[in-house]
C-alpha cells in the first residue's frame, strides 16, 4: 500500500514537473518583462507513511496553480543524516526557498540554520527544528490534539481502566506533544482507577505498532483502549487485537483523519475517534507565494484541528474551538 501511495505522488510530481517552463537565463537576453520563475526545494522526511505522502501531494497539487514555480523534491527515506545531506544538496542548487518536514529536531536544526542564515526562506512543515534560525513554522498544535485525545478517551473508558499508548517517533517533536499532551487530557494523577499499562515507541509506522500492540495483548488480559499517535498506529493495533480475537474488548484512538485512511476507519467502526492533522502542504506554497511577492510572514502558523466521531463523521467531523 505504501509503495502504491509512493508511486501514485511520484507519477503526480512527475507531471507537475512536466509542465514547468525552464528558468530564464540572466542577461541581456533575459526582457525586463519576463516573468521570474522561482525554484522551491521541499526535504520530506520519508514517503512511507500515507500522511506524508499526502503532504507532498497536497504541495504539488498547490503549486500547480502557479506555473512559475517549480518544485524540486527530495525523499530522506527515514534517515536524519541523508535528510541533512539532501539540504546541503538543494541550497547548493540554488533554490530560492526550502520546505522542510524533518525526521528529527535536533540533527536538522543546524543545516536548517546554515540555510537561513545563506538568506534563503525556509518554511519548517508539521516537526519543528529548535532555536529559531528559519522564517515560519506550520502545523497544528500537538499538544492540544493529544490532550483532546486524552479527554476523549475519559469520555469513552469511564473509570478504572487499562490504557495502551503507541507513541510516534519520541525524538520528533509530535511525538513527544502527543504524550505529553495525551498525559494531560486523562489526567492519570486526578483518575486513580485508570492505568497505563503498556507504551512503547512505535515510529509512526503501522507493522511496527502491530508487533508493539501484540505485546501489549500478551502481558494484559484486559486492556480497554488504544491511543496510538497516528492512525497507522492504531490500524495496526486493531489489526494485533482482532487476529487475537480481541478488537471488540477495546476502543481505539489515531490521529490524522486522512480521508482514505482515518476517517474511513472511523466510518467503519475500526477507530472510535481520529483527529485531524492536517499536512499544511497548500499552506506552505501559498506562504511561498507571499515571501516571493515581498510579504513579510508571521513566525508560526497554527493550524486547526476537528475530531471524527461514529456520530459526526458524515457531517465532516466537529471542529475543536
Excluded at 526550502?98 to 536548517?112: C, D, F, G, R, Y
Excluded at 509506522?205 to 492504531?234: C, F, Q, W
Aim: charged share 25%.
Amino acid at each position: 500500500m505504501r509503495r502504491a501511495h509512493a508511486l501514485a505522488f511520484a507519477l503526480v510530481a512527475f507531471a507537475v514537473a512536466c509542465k514547468r517552463e525552464p528558468r530564464p537565463e540572466p542577461g541581456p537576453a533575459a526582457s525586463a518583462k519576463t516573468p521570474r520563475h522561482y525554484v522551491i526545494g521541499m526535504s520530506q522526511c520519508n514517503l512511507g507513511e500515507p500522511w506524508r505522502v499526502q503532504m507532498n501531494a497536497d504541495i504539488a497539487q498547490a503549486a500547480q496553480k502557479h506555473p512559475l514555480l517549480e518544485v524540486r523534491w527530495k525523499d530522506a527515506q527515514n534517515d536524519s543524516l541523508r535528510q541533512r545531506a539532501q539540504v546541503e544538496e538543494l541550497a547548493a542548487q540554488g533554490i530560492d526557498l526550502l520546505i522542510i518536514s524533518p525526521k528529527e529536531s535536533a540533527p536538522l536544526t543546524k543545516p536548517v540554520a546554515d540555510v537561513f542564515k545563506k538568506g534563503i526562506p525556509v518554511i519548517v512543515l508539521d516537526r519543528a527544528v529548535e532555536g529559531d534560525d528559519y522564517t515560519t513554522f506550520i502545523g497544528a498544535d500537538n499538544k492540544r490534539i493529544g490532550r483532546e485525545a486524552g479527554k476523549h478517551a475519559l469520555k469513552l473508558l469511564g473509570k478504572g481502566k487499562n490504557v495502551v499508548e503507541l507513541k510516534g517517533l519520541m525524538t520528533s517533536t509530535p511525538g513527544r506533544d502527543r504524550n505529553e499532551g495525551f498525559r494531560e487530557g486523562i489526567a492519570l494523577e486526578k483518575n486513580p482507577g485508570l492505568k497505563l499499562v503498556f507504551e512503547a515507541d512505535m515510529q509512526w509506522l503501522e507493522p511496527n505498532a502491530r508487533k508493539e500492540m501484540e505485546s501489549a495483548l500478551a502481558a494484559n488480559r484486559t486492556i480497554d483502549l488504544v491511543y496510538a499517535h497516528n492512525d497507522p498506529g492504531a490500524h495496526g493495533a486493531y489489526l494485533a487485537a482482532k487476529a487475537a480475537g480481541r478488537e471488540k474488548q477495546m476502543k481505539f484512538i489515531g490521529i490524522d483523519a486522512l480521508p482514505h485512511e482515518g476517517v474511513r476507519y472511523v466510518r467503519e467502526g475500526i477507530l472510535d475517534a481520529t483527529f485531524l492533522y492536517p499536512t499544511g502542504g497548500a499552506e506552505a506554497i501559498e506562504l511561498a507565494v507571499s515571501i516571493f511577492a515581498g510579504k513579510k510572514p508571521e513566525k508560526k502558523i497554527v493550524l486547526g484541528t476537528r475530531v471524527f466521531t461514529k456520530e459526526n463523521v458524515d457531517q465532516g467531523g466537529e471542529a475543536i474551538e
